[in-house]
């Protein structure tokens, strides 16, 4: 079966939540599943006056590791509408990867979150999804066969470019069962596209 990675970064928590759900939904579709973190980058001292979850139980991961992986699921909060600097600057470190055709024809997806509901989510799943484009992946978004997210009856995350949550701004809305349900489906849809091609 597919050996899928979902690599995260997560300021708040909500994106740690997030990956876990992107990671079940593989998981349940026969995956071989590793979680990891990108390294935090803001100062020790401003992160803890800002209130950062430094305590995560994933563990730090290293880019040339991805290459081991035969799914890459990438997931960040947005940052002005693009992707947070701590996962750019990781993505950054992989020009050997993307020199050497590492990770030519692997299966890639997205996943975010946002303060507000038009904060930029789809910019931000974009900004992750180029990166993905240009390591030459096949990316797998969240179709419409996830129907939940077409609901009115609540406020919501997810879209068709990936999984996503409303943090609200102060860090306070966690991720809702429908948003974690889109994660799931994600999860299991990019795990079940690599078994098909790796498995």
């Not at 950062?52 to 960040?76: C, N, R, T």
């Not at 931000?124 to 009115?152: C, D, E, W």
């Not at 609540?154 to 068709?160: K, L, V």
Request: hydrophobic letters at 40%.
């Amino acid at each position: 079966m597919a050996k899928v990675l979902v690599l995260y970064y997560s300021t708040y928590g909500h994106i740690e939540t997030m990956a876990n759900a992107v990671a079940e939904g593989a998981r349940n579709a026969g995956a071989t599943v590793d979680v990891k973190r990108v390294p935090e980058t803001v100062p020790e001292e401003i992160a803890k006056g800002a209130h950062f979850k430094l305590e995560q139980s994933a563990p730090v991961a290293k880019p040339q590791e991805l290459a081991d992986y035969d799914a890459i699921i990438i997931g960040a909060p947005t940052r002005y509408g693009r992707m947070p600097g701590q996962m750019a600057a990781f993505l950054d470190q992989t020009g050997s990867l993307w020199a050497s055709g590492a990770l030519n024809g692997k299966v890639g997806g997205a996943f975010t979150s946002t303060a507000t509901q038009h904060g930029g989510q789809e910019t931000t799943l974009f900004s992750i999804i180029t990166n993905l484009l240009h390591f030459g992946m096949t990316v797998v978004g969240l179709p419409y066969s996830y129907q939940a997210q077409m609901t009115l009856d609540e406020i919501t995350g997810n879209s068709p470019y990936g999984a996503s949550t409303i943090a609200g701004g102060k860090g306070e809305r966690q991720p809702s069962a429908l948003e974690l349900g889109g994660a799931r489906h994600q999860g299991e849809l990019i795990a079940k596209t690599a078994n098909k091609l790796f498995g």
